[in-house]
């Protein structure tokens, strides 16, 4: 009896801590109502799975319209694509997404336009060649803003001291809720670079709707237009992207436990069969090796680490505990974070090395033969964390 009634008092228990906190936890905020201005805006780039050559161009606006893109070199047009549209409906209002697919494109400098009956928007990229042997990437963890918080004073420094790399690198949370005020608060934070410089995201938990992270919703997957290469329902958001010298693999980690075997049998044929990329990066949102107390992902610790560990993985890209935290050799698990939300490292004794309470970014250069990694804090011009890799 005594047992009965103890069990009964401990469900008592978790059912009150539930309905304190099942809408922190479970629920998620109504979306404002918003209506988009008609006219082309929000515009991403991001690469194909040949990461060097080819590129999709997004873009938002507030009607559907006959957008094409125009594509010119020297003043020349090359080509006219017709841009897919895609509606998206949301508690808040209607988005209208557009994007438009280049192809394989050769090195040089492109003007692109994009067109209904008058030029709506003009903007220019480049591809670089081959030949350069060293392609490089700015990496953000978390940014989450939910108000300016000058993550664009950060992005424009950052730019500054790196105006060259072939793409950033995004390891989710880039915004607070799949809510239209936090897509463009993010825009505004990277509307200086998205226009021109590639983006590579992973997705994190804040870009679902909050329950048990299922819907992540088609706002993320027609604005970032990423190869259809990944496993069996996850494509365009689990997916990796080739570079000369490293293959890069995007993990949503989210829905790991809710497409598991397929998600395995995809990593370890992509982590192995790198065709001639000497290097390979992942990116997945949630820590194999957590900085937070209390926030062990086990499937990612016990099943992704493991996987990463015998497939050869270089370095893993993480976010989701707002610190820095360094692990490991192979691979090399870094966590890092751009928002002004900070946690605390809960053991720093288990690290190789930790902290927290700044805005962190990493800079990767990679060779043939050398992955060079160096992390900044914002605002600092001197690396606090660095290292390299090397291919025998």
């Known amino acids: 009896m005594r047992k009965l009634y103890i069990g009964s008092q401990i469900l008592l228990v978790i059912g009150a801590i539930l309905g304190i906190n099942w809408d922190k936890w479970f629920g998620d905020l109504p979306e404002p109502d918003f209506v988009l201005p008609d006219k082309v805006q929000r515009l991403f780039i991001t690469p194909g799975e040949d990461a060097l050559h080819e590129r999709t161009l997004s873009w938002v606006s507030g009607s559907k319209r006959a957008f094409c893109l125009d594509l010119l070199r020297d003043s020349t047009l090359l080509k006219r694509i017709h841009a897919a549209?895609?509606?998206v409906k949301s508690g808040g209002g209607t988005t209208h997404l557009y994007h438009a697919k280049t192809g394989a494109l050769t090195e040089g400098a492109y003007t692109y336009r994009v067109v209904d009956e008058d030029i709506e928007y003009e903007g220019n990229f480049r591809i670089k060649g081959a030949n350069t042997g060293r392609q490089s990437f700015i990496y953000i963890g978390d940014i989450q803003d939910r108000w300016p918080s000058g993550t664009d004073t950060l992005v424009m420094e950052v730019q500054d001291r790196f105006?060259?790399?072939?793409?950033?690198?995004?390891?989710?949370?880039?915004?607070?809720?799949?809510?239209?005020?936090?897509?463009?608060?993010?825009?505004?934070?990277?509307?200086?670079?998205a226009p021109s410089t590639p983006f590579i995201p992973a997705t994190g938990n804040h870009e679902y709707e909050m329950g048990l992270n299922t819907d992540l919703g088609d706002r993320w997957v027609h604005t970032f237009v990423m190869p259809h290469n990944g496993p069996k329902y996850r494509e365009g958001i689990t997916y990796y992207?080739?570079?000369?010298?490293?293959?890069?693999?995007?993990?949503?980690?989210?829905?790991?436990?809710?497409?598991?075997?397929?998600?395995?049998?995809?990593?370890?044929?992509?982590?192995?069969?790198?065709?001639?990329?000497?290097?390979?990066?992942?990116?997945g949102h949630h820590a194999v090796h957590s900085v937070r107390k209390g926030r062990k992902n086990y499937?990612?610790?016990?099943?992704?680490?493991?996987?990463?560990?015998?497939?050869?993985?270089?370095?893993?890209?993480?976010?989701?505990?707002?610190?820095?935290?360094?692990?490991g050799q192979n691979p090399v698990y870094i966590v890092s974070t751009a928002a002004v939300k900070h946690y605390a490292v809960g053991d720093p004794e288990a690290h190789d090395f930790s902290t927290t309470g700044g805005r962190y970014y990493q800079h990767l250069q990679v060779t043939p033969d050398t992955l060079f990694y160096t992390a900044y804090d914002k605002g600092e011009n001197e690396p606090f964390d660095q290292f390299f890799i090397t291919k025998e």
């Open 241 to 283: 992207v080739d570079y000369p010298n490293v293959r890069i693999v995007c993990v949503d980690t989210n829905t790991y436990e809710w497409n598991l075997p397929q998600t395995n049998t995809w990593l370890q044929r992509v982590l192995t069969e790198r065709r001639d990329s000497p290097f390979v990066i992942v990116v």
């Open 85 to 87: 549209h895609h509606v």
């Open 163 to 193: 105006p060259d790399v072939d793409a950033w690198i995004f390891g989710g949370d880039m915004i607070e809720r799949p809510h239209d005020r936090h897509w463009a608060l993010f825009y505004d934070a990277v509307k200086t670079l």
């Open 299 to 327: 499937l990612v610790h016990h099943l992704l680490g493991p996987l990463y560990e015998s497939c050869g993985v270089d370095l893993v890209l993480q976010g989701h505990d707002h610190a820095y935290a360094r692990d």
